[in-house]
C-alpha cells in the first residue's frame, strides 16, 4: 500500500534557526514526491517537487528538500526561518505506474510555528 | 494567469439534501482531480479526470458522491443525501498533460447540519 508519514503534528523553530518538516513515504515504483504548504482557511500552495534527477530540489521561498531512495525520505528544509513561514506543511507522493498514476496520497501534514 | 477557482467557498445544508460544489481549473489544464480535507488531515483523493471521462473514481466513498466533467473544463462534484459526516472542505486541483504538478483552488468548505 502506498502512503506518506509525517511524524511530527508540530515543529517549533526560532525565527533565523533552520528548520526540518520530516517526511517518509512507501509508493510503488519510482516517486513523484511533493511539498504543499497551506495557510488559515487556504486551499494548498505548490512549493516544491521531486520527479528526477539532483536528490537536492529547490523551491518557492527559499525552501528545499532533500530526496533519499535508501531512507525513503523527502524533508523539508529552509536554512533559515521566517515568522511567515508558520503554516500548516504536507508531504505528498504520486505512484508512477498502476492505477495510483493520478492521484497524490498526502501525509497527515505538520503544524511550522516559527517564534520571532 | 487565473488559478483554480471553486465555488460556493462555503456551503451549509441540512441532511438529506443534494449539493453541487463547482470547479473551474486553469485553462488548459486537461486533468482535474477532486479532494476531501476533514479537519487535522490531509487531502483523500476521490476522482478524477482526464479529459471529460473520469480516468480514476476509486476514492468516492459511496454512490452518494458523483462527479461530471461534460465538456473537459468546469466539473461539478455532486452529492445525494448529504450526511454530517459529509462536513469537510472540498479541494480541487487541476494540471496539465504531463499531470506533474497539481495547482489547488480555494476548497469549498461544506457543513452538513
Known amino acids: 500500500a502506498q502512503s506518506v508519514a509525517q511524524p511530527e503534528d508540530q515543529v517549533n523553530v526560532a525565527e533565523g534557526n533552520p528548520l526540518t518538516v520530516k517526511c517518509t513515504y512507501s509508493v510503488s515504483g519510482n516517486p513523484y514526491l511533493f511539498w504543499y504548504v497551506q495557510y488559515p482557511n487556504r486551499g494548498l500552495q505548490f512549493l516544491l517537487k521531486?520527479?528526477?534527477?539532483?536528490?537536492l530540489v529547490k523551491g518557492s521561498y527559499g525552501f528545499e528538500a532533500e530526496f533519499n531512495k535508501s531512507q525513503t525520505s523527502f524533508h523539508l528544509k529552509k536554512p533559515s526561518a521566517l515568522v511567515s513561514d508558520s503554516a500548516l506543511y504536507f508531504c505528498?507522493?504520486?505512484?508512477?505506474?498502476?492505477?495510483?498514476?493520478?492521484?497524490?496520497?498526502f501525509g497527515k501534514g505538520t503544524k511550522l510555528s516559527v517564534k520571532p | 494567469g487565473a488559478g483554480v477557482s471553486q465555488t460556493p467557498s462555503n456551503k451549509v445544508t441540512e441532511k438529506g439534501k443534494y449539493v453541487e460544489l463547482r470547479c473551474d481549473p486553469i485553462?488548459?489544464?486537461?486533468?482535474l482531480y477532486w479532494y476531501r480535507q476533514s479537519l487535522g488531515q490531509g487531502p483523500e483523493f476521490l476522482i478524477y479526470?482526464?479529459?471529460?471521462?473520469?480516468?480514476?473514481d476509486s476514492g468516492l466513498p459511496n454512490d452518494r458522491f458523483f462527479a461530471v466533467r461534460p465538456e473537459g473544463s468546469v466539473s461539478t462534484l455532486k452529492i445525494q443525501r448529504t450526511e454530517r459526516g459529509d462536513s469537510a472542505v472540498y479541494l480541487c486541483?487541476?494540471?496539465?498533460?504531463?499531470?506533474?504538478?497539481?495547482?489547488f483552488g480555494p476548497g469549498t468548505r461544506l457543513l452538513v447540519l
Open positions: 485553462s488548459g489544464h486537461t486533468a
Open positions: 479526470f482526464q479529459g471529460t471521462g473520469a480516468a480514476d
Open positions: 486541483a487541476s494540471s496539465s498533460l504531463d499531470q506533474e504538478t497539481q495547482y
Open positions: 505528498a507522493v504520486r505512484g508512477t505506474y498502476g492505477g495510483s498514476q493520478g492521484n497524490l496520497i
Open positions: 521531486y520527479i528526477t534527477g539532483d536528490n
